[in-house]
């Protein structure tokens, strides 16, 4: 499977190279897997690229690494390219990298110029996706060896889908629409984030994917709250869950509730509908969210085998209440942090757009902490396993 992985990339390129007007040689190019931005110690750009390696393709030898890191400083992401083709002998190709990953010293400090630079450079208007290195550099994500896939960006990018999909707590936001939403009146950016367990210097290491017990690996980890392009703080997993839940991007997720007894179950949401509503008297605005989910209890800690009439309309009531507990906790965080990340303000300025004009330079600081939010939460199980 990792074979084919890295054969497909290759044919790729062949496909693509075949149709340009201006033909490149595969053997003069140094394809690029992920790509992190990081700030230094100086207050510098680092620039750091994931670079296939040409001499891991076909049947290499168990020691050489699929891919190396190269990294550079400079005053612009361009100054350092430059640098970086300083150091390797063949042209970087862009076109198919997979994540841009970018340090958290950096993210504190601004991400629009960097993420408007991919947005308006020819090689890198492909999608691809954007994550926060959480606790690190994002240099040394791209280094971590992956029991997952020979190339690390594969396996970062296979965890982040299955996170967002499985779980939750995470999102898969690619880079036009991270420039959307920083471009947007009324909403606050939010990104997902990935973060380093373990010890990175033997995370880097080819022996760290020969043993059972792993040293080091990358876990997606829960989202950022953005004001403007700086970060500026870290949802929980529960608030990123009850965030997913509002924004309507849960898939196929589980619920832990709590029964009379203390014990747990967990139920599994085949669907969940979410449908907002804003009301406007004046300045006084109030959002109003239902959410209609079926779902299924699959685990039982309490040992319970008859799953009579009244367990399931129990179970009901209870995941109800736990889903609307989410909804409102990240509710009050988020207006804790004075960050719309709902885009409620968007919805204002789309639909009402007289009143937006008249509260837009207030919204953040005043209006949105003050909106009154009324969250509504219909179940149904629809079928459980004894």
Known sequence: MKKGILIS???LFFLILSGCTQKKEVEDLMITTAIALDLTEEGSLELSVQLLNSNSAGNRPQDVTPIVVV???GRTIQEALRKVNTIITKKLFFSHFVILVIGEELARKGILPFVAFFAINQ?????????IARGCKGKDVLKIVSVAANIPAMAV???LVATTKLYGISKIYTNDEVMSDLRSEGISLTLGSIEIIGDLEEGSDLDNRKTIDV???TKVSTLGVFKQDRIIAWLDEEESLGFTYLMGKIKNSYIIVTKGDGTFVSVQLKTCKVKTKLETEGEK???KVSINFRGEVVEDLSGETSYDVVYVEDIRQRTEYEIKRLCEKVFSKAQELKADI???GRMIYRHKFKLWEEIKDRYEDEIFPEIEAE???KGNIIRVKP
């Open 375 to 377: 969250f509504t939460i």
């Open 215 to 217: 040293r080091a690996y």
């Open 157 to 159: 990018e296979g965890k």
């Open 71 to 73: 990294s550079e400083t």
């Open 342 to 344: 709902f885009g409620y």
């Open 9 to 11: 990339i290759i044919l």
């Open 285 to 287: 605005i109030k959002v």
């Open 123 to 131: 090689e890198t208007l492909h999608r691809f996706d954007i994550l």
